[in-house]
């Protein structure tokens, strides 16, 4: 691309550590799942199968196979986790998984609320059976943590076996870290960035205007989630600064005058 246009920010190659995507799958058929993928492979890198979609989706091994052919990992909803964990099933969540042969793992508590050492307990003997990705934060806009909960359940979570830790935002993104009209919630972000490393956080970021933000404050390569799969072009375009958004970002400071 730079033998095209200079001041593209370089992004790294898959798999990569940071700079990486989560897209959300809410329910897409499989021809949907071609589609996607058709584009978007080569920008992707997690496809989570939001929430509990992967019980009643039909065909869904079958998008499973499409995304693992593509160079894409597929992982299941953190809440799909936490409905087998209420039940008491935890040893059935784990046949799930090797049933559909899905190696890595989110490891949740924004739904069903339990004592965090469980959590912890839950993502050590996780990270022995494969990879674990596990989402700090509440879905209930009345649970409120502050920026030192924030920091203190990611290092621990991080200690007890994930790669890395998702902060919370729904696929709605008016939760978790950002207010209720979608704003940033810059008191918890400012928190976390200053005592967590940057590239073991995915932001959850559904909205272009929190996507933008990031991109600004963080760089071309910061994790971001919850990326609709239509918006994964888009998304990139704001990484390299070919969208309006961060149109100026990469440039030398001679160009934006």
């Known amino acids: 691309m730079k033998n ?30 071609e589609d996607f993928m058709s584009v978007g492979s080569e920008y992707t890198d997690f496809v989570k199968l939001g929430f509990g979609t992967s019980l009643i ?14 160079g894409v990992i597929p992982y299941f909803g ?22 559909y042969e899905i190696e890595l793992v989110e490891v949740s508590d924004g739904s069903y609320d339990f004592e965090h050492n469980r959590k912890l307990e839950y993502i050590s003997i996780l990270a022995e059976r494969g990879t674990v990705i596990s ?10 943590y502050t920026p030192e909960e924030w920091v203190a359940m990611m290092k621990s979570e991080l200690n007890a076996g994930s790669v890395k830790v998702i902060a919370e935002a729904r696929e709605s993104g ?10 940033i919630n810059n008191k918890i972000i400012s928190g976390i960035a200053e005592h967590v490393k940057l590239e073991n956080v995915i932001w959850e970021a559904p909205l272009k205007s929190q996507q933008a933000w990031f ?29 309006g958004d961060t149109f100026f970002q990469f440039l030398p400071d001679n160009l934006k005058q």
Do not use: Q
């Open 215 to 243: 991109i600004k404050h963080f760089g071309a390569n910061v994790n971001l989630g919850n990326i609709a799969p239509h918006e994964i072009i888009p998304l990139e375009t704001l990484r390299l600064g070919l969208r």
């Open 78 to 99: 953190g809440t799909l986790f936490e409905a087998f964990i209420i039940r008491d099933m935890f040893a059935g969540f784990v046949k799930f998984l090797d049933k």
């Open 135 to 144: 989402e700090v934060g509440s879905k209930k806009k009345d649970v409120i």
């Open 174 to 183: 008016t939760t978790g870290i950002y207010n209720e009209d979608g704003s």
């Open 4 to 33: 095209v246009l200079p001041f593209i920010p370089e992004r790294p190659v898959k798999p990569r550590n940071s700079g990486i995507t989560m897209v959300m799958d809410k329910g897409l058929s499989i021809r949907e799942a």
């Open 57 to 70: 989706t039909p065909g869904f091994e079958k998008k499973i196979a499409i995304y693992k052919k593509a």
